[in-house]
Structures are given as C-alpha cells and as structure tokens.
C-alpha cells in the first residue's frame, strides 16, 4: 500500500511564492517519474513540471523560469516552487508519481490535490 500526502498549498497574493510538497510513503520499491499538474475551475488538467529519477526537468512554458521542481529520494518527496504566481496560476494543484511498489510492479499514484489561490 502506497500512500501520497500533499501540503503547501493556499491564498496568496499576486507576485508571491509557495512551495508544495507530495511525500511517498508505503512498501515503495523506487519511484521514477514524479511531476506536478493543475486543473483550474472549467479547464482540463495540465502538466506544470516533472523531474526524471535522474533529475531532468520539464516544465510547461506558462511557469518556465518561475516555478522549480525537484525531488528528494531519500524522503521520497518531490517539490515544485512556486514564485511570481500570477492570477491565472489559480488551480487545483496534484501530484502524480510513478513507483515500483511491492513484488516490483510499477504504479502510478496521485496525490489528493491542493489548492492554490492566487488573488489579491
């Protein structure tokens, strides 16, 4: 059993910084892809960022340059940094992660979404 926890999301204002976090826990073997999507109110659910197991990073052009992602495999967390939010950063915002579990099938877990709020 696999389980993912997110946290860090939340209001903030135009021109601020959050960070998230998706910790793993459970009988995780290893985790290979781990990234970041967001789904606004009437929209369908976008890639922000993903990180390979050897740390190559892709990001949607809409926050390249702004948002971070990374990870930590030792806590088996990946990241995504927010910074200079804009109004239409305004999503529902979770975490997908692709991890060889158990007898060393590979599954593909999300997290329960947090939400981001970016008004002034």
């Known amino acids: 059993q696999v389980q993912l926890v997110e946290s860090g999301g939340g209001l903030v204002q135009p021109g601020g910084s959050l960070r998230l976090s998706c910790a793993a826990s459970?009988?995780?073997?290893?985790?290979?892809?781990m990234g970041w999507y967001r789904q606004a109110p009437g929209k369908q659910r976008e890639l922000v960022a993903l990180i390979t197991s050897g740390g190559s990073t892709n990001y949607a052009d809409s926050v390249k340059g702004r948002f971070t992602i990374s990870r930590d495999n030792a806590k088996n967390t990946v990241y995504l940094q927010m910074n200079s939010l804009k109004p239409e950063d305004t999503a529902v915002y979770s975490c997908?992660?692709?991890?060889?579990?158990?007898?060393?099938?590979?599954?593909?877990?999300w997290g329960q979404g947090t939400q981001v709020t970016v008004s002034s």
């Open positions: 997908n992660l692709q991890i060889v579990a158990g007898l060393g099938a590979l599954y593909d877990f």
């Open positions: 459970g009988s995780i073997v290893s985790i290979h892809l």
